[in-house]
């Protein structure tokens, strides 16, 4: 993924290739249209060069002072005002500078011409003015159009920022939820088996290592998802009652493959909270896979609402991991969940990353 510092970069590379481009044209223009009999002299491309300066002072009088002190600030008049006497002044100057020099061949031959009647003067100038209001249309485009890259990158670069805070919000709730969740059924085991909790607390120590250390990166290797995955059912297993039948396939061939953290853990920790009964027969059907492109998770499992007076984890796991997956994939993931009579069915998929993101 492109960062927001290299796309400003590019986009100002662009705008410098165009730039070069543009005034690359202008300046080979009598080249490539000169008389192939006659060709262009030296002296006549000079006063060419001569008029362009009054084009390059206009444009770029434009693109870094007019537009700026009086354009943006909506003075129109005197933004007006300003152009035209600096393109009199240009006119004027170019004119006196292009009499000190040698006559090109046209000049010469306008010299030998009768003397124009004086409206000519007038229309001379009347002409020039409007191909000064051209450059200084072009310049406002540019301008204009270089602003709005500017504000499209800076809302772009806050877009990300303000998704990043929220991505981390969201983690940081996941993260006592998780806690939550998991000393609530090591509380539950000591009372029946000591040594069980004993071993639970053990595990759940690596458990914590993955959540507040190894997950803090924006991605991480499938691997290390499932193994964490892994990790974390055998620790449930241990609480289990013997009526429940719990069933497992978790399986990576893509190993190299990325993925962002704690995804599956709230559905994982979903099946187990209303999918197991202490006095009923019940079930817990996991399936985890990942391929080249996608990882997919699959779990269904009996089901047995919580009463009102459970807030364990106070329901925000489905609803965080939803917010987690619209930030992180946009539409570019399948979620789906649902009871079917006494039977939960939740499926997941998602997509996968060629590495993993520091």
Same mark, same amino acid.
């Given at each position: 993924?492109?960062?927001?510092?290299?796309?400003?970069?590019?986009?100002?590379?662009?705008?410098?290739?165009?730039?070069?481009?543009?005034?690359?044209?202008?300046?080979?223009?009598?080249?490539?249209?000169?008389?192939?009999?006659?060709?262009?002299?030296?002296?006549?491309?000079?006063?060419?060069?001569?008029?362009?300066?009054?084009?390059?002072?206009?444009?770029?009088?434009?693109?870094?002072?007019?537009?700026? *002190?009086?354009?943006?600030?909506? =003075?129109? &008049?005197?933004?007006? %005002?300003?152009?035209?006497?600096?393109?009199? @002044? +240009?006119?004027?100057?170019?004119?006196?500078?292009?009499?000190?020099?040698?006559?090109?061949?046209?000049?010469?031959?306008?010299?030998?011409?009768?003397?124009?009647?004086?409206?000519?003067?007038?229309?001379?100038?009347?002409?020039?003015?409007?191909?000064?209001?051209?450059?200084?249309?072009?310049?406002?485009?540019?301008?204009?159009?270089?602003?709005?890259?500017?504000?499209?990158?800076?809302?772009?670069?806050?877009?990300?920022? *303000?998704?990043?805070?929220?991505? =981390?919000? &969201?983690?940081?709730? %996941?993260?006592?939820?998780?806690?939550?969740? @998991? +000393?609530?059924?090591?509380?539950?085991?000591?009372?029946?088996?000591?040594?069980?909790?004993?071993?639970?607390?053990?595990?759940?120590?690596?458990?914590?290592?993955?959540?507040?250390?190894?997950?803090?990166?924006?991605?991480?290797?499938?691997?290390?998802?499932?193994?964490?995955?892994?990790?974390?059912?055998?620790?449930?297993?241990?609480?289990?009652?013997?009526?429940?039948?719990?069933?497992?396939?978790?399986?990576?061939?893509?190993?190299?493959?990325?993925?962002?953290?704690? &995804?599956?853990?709230? %559905?994982?920790?979903?099946?187990?909270?209303?999918?197991?009964?202490?006095?009923?027969?019940?079930?817990?059907?996991?399936?985890?896979?990942?391929?080249?492109?996608?990882?997919?998770?699959?779990?269904?499992?009996?089901?047995?609402?919580?009463?009102?007076?459970?807030?364990?984890?106070?329901?925000?796991?489905?609803?965080?991991?939803?917010?987690?997956?619209?930030?992180?994939?946009?539409?570019?993931?399948?979620?789906?969940?649902?009871?079917?009579?006494?039977?939960?069915?939740?499926?997941?998929?998602?997509?996968?990353?060629?590495?993993?993101?520091?």
């Amino acid at each position: 993924m492109i960062k927001p510092a290299e796309d400003v970069k590019t986009n100002w590379r662009w705008r410098l290739v165009l730039m070069i481009a543009g005034w690359g044209v202008l300046l080979t223009w009598p080249f490539v249209f000169a008389d192939k009999d006659n060709g262009i002299s030296w002296i006549r491309y000079f006063h060419y060069l001569l008029g362009m300066v009054i084009f390059v002072a206009i444009y770029y009088a434009n693109y870094y002072y007019f537009i700026n *002190r009086f354009l943006i600030r909506k =003075q129109i &008049l005197f933004y007006a %005002l300003a152009n035209l006497l600096f393109s009199l @002044t +240009l006119l004027m100057l170019v004119y006196l500078l292009g009499s000190l020099l040698p006559a090109s061949e046209d000049i010469a031959m306008l010299k030998k011409m009768p003397a124009p009647p004086p409206f000519s003067l007038f229309r001379f100038i009347c002409s020039s003015l409007v191909v000064c209001a051209f450059v200084c249309a072009i310049s406002v485009s540019a301008r204009m159009t270089s602003r709005w890259y500017a504000a499209e990158d800076e809302r772009k670069e806050l877009e990300r920022s *303000r998704s990043e805070a929220e991505l =981390q919000n &969201l983690k940081s709730q %996941l993260n006592p939820h998780f806690l939550f969740n @998991t +000393l609530n059924n090591i509380y539950s085991m000591i009372s029946f088996s000591p040594e069980g909790a004993q071993s639970a607390v053990h595990e759940l120590s690596r458990l914590l290592r993955y959540v507040l250390y190894e997950s803090s990166a924006a991605r991480v290797s499938v691997e290390q998802e499932f193994d964490f995955v892994r990790n974390y059912v055998e620790l449930m297993r241990i609480r289990l009652p013997k009526q429940v039948e719990l069933r497992t396939a978790i399986n990576c061939s893509s190993p190299h493959l990325s993925v962002a953290p704690l &995804l599956f853990i709230a %559905l994982v920790e979903n099946a187990f909270k209303h999918g197991v009964s202490s006095d009923r027969q019940s079930f817990i059907h996991l399936e985890i896979s990942a391929d080249d492109a996608w990882a997919k998770c699959e779990i269904i499992n009996s089901l047995f609402p919580k009463d009102d007076g459970d807030k364990s984890g106070s329901g925000i796991g489905i609803a965080n991991l939803r917010k987690r997956l619209d930030l992180l994939y946009g539409e570019k993931y399948v979620f789906s969940f649902g009871a079917d009579g006494c039977t939960w069915r939740c499926l997941l998929r998602i997509p996968l990353s060629e590495r993993a993101e520091p």
